[in-house]
């Protein structure tokens, strides 16, 4: 007898699960519709960034991300065809999720097949708001907000989360042929992009490297702290779980720190059960 397909909700259920996120032991902690909302947002955000990690070649990707375009706009004019937007769509409304956010999604990913080199800060710092302060911004709408300052503080929690995952990946991003650390301070640390790109042996670590990796860390751990220090009062015992997020995540740059920053051979990664009892402990002390 053949399976049942699933309902959207499991779709998007099944679909956090998998990933093995950060993102996904905060969502335990949130009441069953704010879980929702965000579960099938999160599962939005795997979708599209699943295209440009997973389709090598460039064209099809173009071609599947402006599949999702469409479908954005036929979500929002009430005509949802795939399960993620058929989850989502009912509790766009009540927690302030627009087309525009998802757009800005689809619009960073997209930058991903046609840039793999910035500039300097700035422009990354652009890309970082397209794909995690917007994505920080509709979590603390669907967290709870009462405060404009809390849409400040989602974008810088965004930027640092996002600063750290850039760290994390140094040598994945080269596997793929991307530099995510602005070439002015590869320029500014006497790191040549082809020292990255080739990775070794010995890996391509050197003095040099680790000066240019500990900026980067401490750029990240910086903009952490200005982060939490934007959050109101006021919605603090509501964004518990973007302050979550943000524990696991200086966990995570931390433990990069203290290994040294060997991220050009290797992927550091925290086990679930860690992410578990570092949700768990914030929720319990609220910081």
Same mark, same amino acid.
């Given at each position: 007898?053949?399976e049942?397909?699933?309902?959207?909700?499991?779709?998007?259920?099944?679909?956090?699960?998998?990933?093995?996120?950060?993102?996904?032991?905060?969502?335990?902690?949130?009441?069953? #519709?704010?879980?929702?909302?965000?579960?099938?947002?999160?599962?939005?955000?795997r979708?599209v960034?699943d295209?440009?990690?997973?389709?090598?070649?460039?064209?099809?990707?173009?071609?599947?991300?402006?599949w999702?375009?469409?479908?954005?706009?036929?979500?929002?004019?009430?005509?949802?065809?795939?399960?993620?937007?058929?989850?989502?769509m #009912?509790?766009?409304?009540?927690?302030?999720?627009?087309?525009?956010?998802?757009?800005?999604?689809?619009?960073?990913?997209?930058?991903?097949?046609?840039?793999?080199?910035?500039?300097?800060?700035?422009?990354?710092?652009?890309?970082?708001?397209?794909?995690?302060?917007?994505?920080?911004?509709?979590?603390?709408n669907?967290?709870?907000?009462?405060?404009?300052?809390?849409?400040?503080?989602?974008?810088?929690?965004?930027?640092?989360?996002q600063l750290?995952?850039?760290?994390?990946?140094?040598?994945?991003?080269?596997?793929?042929?991307?530099?995510?650390?602005?070439?002015?301070?590869?320029?500014?640390?006497?790191?040549?992009a082809?020292?990255?790109?080739?990775?070794?042996?010995?890996?391509?670590?050197?003095?040099?490297f680790?000066?240019?990796?500990r900026?980067?860390?401490?750029?990240?751990?910086?903009?952490?702290?200005?982060?939490?220090?934007?959050?109101p009062?006021?919605?603090?015992?509501?964004?518990?779980p973007?302050?979550?997020?943000?524990?696991?995540?200086?966990?995570?740059?931390?433990?990069?720190?203290?290994?040294?920053?060997?991220?050009?051979?290797?992927?550091?990664?925290?086990t #679930?059960?860690?992410?578990?009892?570092?949700?768990?402990?914030?929720?319990?002390?609220?910081?």
């Open positions: 007898m053949a049942s397909p699933l309902t959207p909700q499991q779709y998007v259920q099944d679909k956090a699960a998998r990933s093995g996120s950060s993102f996904y032991y905060a969502f335990l902690f949130l009441p069953p #519709p704010r879980r929702a909302a965000i579960t099938a947002f999160y599962a939005f955000c979708e960034d295209v440009v990690d997973e389709v090598s070649d460039a064209g099809v990707a173009a071609t599947k991300l402006a999702w375009r469409g479908e954005v706009a036929r979500a929002y004019a009430g005509q949802p065809s795939h399960p993620v937007m058929q989850a989502l #009912p509790l766009a409304p009540q927690f302030d999720i627009r087309a525009e956010h998802l757009l800005a999604v689809v619009e960073g990913c997209e930058t991903d097949l046609t840039q793999t080199r910035f500039l300097d800060f700035p422009a990354l710092e652009r890309y970082c708001h397209l794909v995690a302060g917007v994505v920080g911004e509709v979590a603390a669907i967290f709870g907000r009462s405060a404009e300052a809390t849409t400040a503080y989602a974008h810088r929690l965004g930027l640092a989360m750290t995952n850039i760290i994390r990946d140094v040598g994945d991003d080269a596997r793929r042929g991307r530099i995510y650390l602005p070439l002015s301070e590869l320029q500014r640390f006497d790191v040549k082809h020292e990255l790109l080739r990775r070794g042996p010995p890996w391509g670590y050197s003095e040099r680790d000066a240019l990796m900026f980067q860390a401490e750029r990240a751990r910086a903009t952490f702290e200005a982060a939490l220090a934007l959050l009062e006021a919605d603090r015992a509501a964004q518990k973007g302050l979550m997020m943000a524990n696991i995540y200086r966990t995570l740059l931390q433990e990069i720190e203290g290994q040294g920053f060997r991220v050009l051979h290797q992927r550091t990664s925290l #679930p059960l860690r992410k578990l009892w570092i949700a768990t402990r914030t929720h319990l002390r609220g910081r």
